[in-house]
């Protein structure tokens, strides 16, 4: 799917939040749009406040219509153990969804996630791939 605007972007994030996927974990470089993603998918997904970038955190909690929103960004955990020592397995319930930036760390917890890759062409474009 290809984005040439932000109202593309938000268009492709609430197509994946109309398909109920428990863990979406974005892949892409920095600066590709994963956080700008994160934002469209959670407003889609009915969270009302302000989505923001959860680097510093490393996981963001919202209410959503239904249940709980995570949000995730693993860049700064360099040891699968940190995961643990932060109870990453207890965001993984029937009442929440989780969306992951940088997954790449915590992919032993992530086999049933859908995976989105997000890459920028030469016009500035995003292009947003499923991976299987």
Same mark, same amino acid.
């Given at each position: 799917?290809?984005?040439?605007?932000?109202?593309?972007?938000?268009?492709?994030?609430?197509?994946?939040?109309?398909?109920?996927?428990? $863990?979406?974990? *974005? *892949?892409?470089?920095?600066?590709?749009?994963?956080?700008?993603?994160?934002?469209?998918?959670?407003?889609?997904?009915? $969270?009302?406040?302000? $989505?923001?970038?959860?680097?510093?955190?490393?996981?963001?909690?919202?209410?959503?219509?239904?249940?709980?929103?995570?949000?995730?960004?693993?860049?700064? $955990?360099?040891?699968?153990?940190?995961?643990?020592?932060?109870?990453?397995?207890?965001?993984?319930?029937?009442?929440?969804?989780?969306?992951?930036?940088?997954?790449?760390?915590?992919?032993?917890?992530?086999?049933?996630?859908?995976?989105?890759?997000? *890459?920028?062409?030469?016009?500035?474009?995003?292009?947003?791939?499923? *991976?299987?």
């Amino acid at each position: 799917m290809l984005a040439r605007t932000l109202e593309d972007t938000r268009k492709i994030a609430q197509t994946y939040a109309e398909e109920n996927i428990p $863990v979406l974990a *974005l *892949l892409g470089e920095l600066g590709a749009g994963k956080t700008t993603f994160a934002q469209f998918y959670a407003q889609a997904l009915g $969270v009302e406040e302000d $989505v923001l970038s959860p680097t510093f955190s490393i996981v963001r909690e919202y209410d959503m219509q239904e249940g709980k929103l995570y949000h995730c960004d693993l860049y700064r $955990v360099e040891d699968p153990e940190e995961l643990e020592a932060f109870g990453f397995e207890e965001y993984f319930h029937e009442d929440a969804k989780l969306i992951i930036e940088w997954p790449q760390i915590a992919q032993d917890y992530l086999q049933d996630a859908v995976y989105l890759e997000i *890459l920028i062409d030469e016009e500035g474009n995003r292009i947003f791939r499923r *991976l299987p």
